[in-house]
């Protein structure tokens, strides 16, 4: 029995599994994440967080249960739409050939709006990104094409961020800085992040609360040191 969620709950997950080929990636799978939270999303390689991450904006089509975004069960949206709202950010930075600028304008324009010079200089602020709005991406760094790719996330006015370990291939740096953004970004507009990290200490800075997976089973969700715990005793 669903029932509904409470107001701040921003992302609620009721029994959502994915089976590909008879082979159970996600059980079952009940959490909810509500506003102004990061969760922490761990557990071994191939214990299934990628691929919980992508039924969450359907990159991969759940087999089963209800997702639902601020009360509204997500089957009823566009994925395209669903997308927009919930942003996926992964390790390697996936951007479009051209300008830093085009590669912001592309998701709103697609919602039909055009961001002003400003509103383009405010998103690069945002993921402490130095350089030209003119500048070709193809002469980035790893770091800048990464935030450049955070930012055209942010520039869609997602109201989840979806982090599968955007940080892994950045410098310290810029590593602090994203996860400074993310953070910043959670608590002004009253939204929520699912995070994916293999790096523990990031988990500490990041969130508070953190969901343990293994063999595709939620098995711990909690405050971070009782889930650390948990994961120390995995075997
Ligand atoms: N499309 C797929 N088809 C079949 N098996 C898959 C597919 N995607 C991932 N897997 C398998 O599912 C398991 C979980 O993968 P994944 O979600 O990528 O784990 P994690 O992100 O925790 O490392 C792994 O055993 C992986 O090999
Ligand atoms: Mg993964």
């Known amino acids: 029995m669903s ?3 409470q107001p701040d709950v921003v992302l609620a997950l009721e029994q959502v599994s994915c089976v590909v080929q008879d082979t159970v990636l996600v059980h079952p799978f009940s959490a909810r994440v509500s506003a102004n939270e990061v969760v922490a999303v761990l557990g071994p390689s191939g214990s299934g ?3 919980l991450l992508r039924l969450v904006n359907r990159l991969a089509e759940p087999s089963g249960g209800t997702l639902r975004l601020h009360n509204t069960d997500v089957f009823t949206l566009a994925p395209q739409v669903l997308r927009q709202r919930v942003g996926l950010v ?4 996936h951007l479009f050939p051209g300008t830093v600028e085009s ?3 592309f998701g709103p324009t697609q919602q039909g709006r055009v961001l002003s010079k400003k509103d383009i200089q405010n998103l690069l602020d945002q993921v402490s990104f130095a350089g030209k709005p003119e500048a070709s991406v193809e002469t980035l760094s ?4 990464q935030r450049v790719s955070l930012a ?3 520039a869609n006015q997602p109201d989840v961020l979806l982090l599968d370990e955007p940080t892994s291939a950045l410098d310290e740096a810029t590593r602090l800085r994203i996860e400074e953004t993310v953070r910043q970004w959670v608590k002004q507009k009253q939204h929520c992040a699912l995070w994916v990290t293999h790096d523990l ?6 969130a508070d609360r953190a969901w343990l997976l293994h063999n595709g089973n939620l098995v711990k969700q909690g405050p971070m040191e009782e889930v ?3 994961f120390s005793t995995l075997t």
């Open 201 to 206: 200490e990031q988990a500490r800075r990041i």
């Open 90 to 93: 992964m390790q390697q930075p």
């Open 3 to 5: 029932t509904p969620t």
């Open 142 to 145: 790893g770091g800048e094409a």
């Open 228 to 230: 650390l715990d948990a």
């Open 103 to 105: 590669n912001l304008q």
């Open 49 to 51: 967080k990628s691929s």
């Open 152 to 154: 055209r996330t942010l």
